[in-house]
């Protein structure tokens, strides 16, 4: 089992930037895929990026050029920078991991507002 923890959300003005930590413990050694989602009221949680073992990225369309996500392996901690945010980058946002037996673990969640 893998247990996540996310941490930096808050509130800021549009045009402004946050950057979103998750830290994962327990079975790390089974973590290949790092993620981040994010969800708002009434709607499906929708990908933000995403990022491989291998160091494969992939951003959702209405983040890149604005979103930048790493990820600290050694200490198994993925990092979501967010830049020039608007307000409809509003969100509960939360990390997500996949294993190589393609089991999902998902944090609890941190609130990201954007006023304008």
């Known amino acids: 089992q893998v247990m996540l923890v996310e941490s930096g959300g808050g509130q800021v003005q549009a045009g402004g930037s946050l950057r979103l930590s998750c830290g994962a413990s327990?079975?790390?050694?089974?973590?290949?895929?790092m993620a981040w989602y994010r969800q708002t009221p009434g709607k499906q949680r929708e990908l933000v990026a995403h990022?491989?073992?291998?160091?494969?990225?992939h951003y959702a369309d209405f983040v890149k050029g604005r979103f930048t996500i790493s990820r600290d392996g050694a200490k198994y901690k993925t990092y979501l920078e967010m830049n020039s945010l608007k307000p409809e980058d509003t969100a509960l946002y939360y990390c997500?991991?996949?294993?190589?037996?393609?089991?999902?673990?998902w944090g609890q969640g941190t609130q990201v507002t954007v006023s304008s």
């Open positions: 327990g079975d790390i050694r089974t973590i290949n895929v």
């Open positions: 990022i491989t073992t291998g160091g494969s990225i």
């Open positions: 997500s991991t996949t294993t190589w037996a393609m089991r999902s673990y």
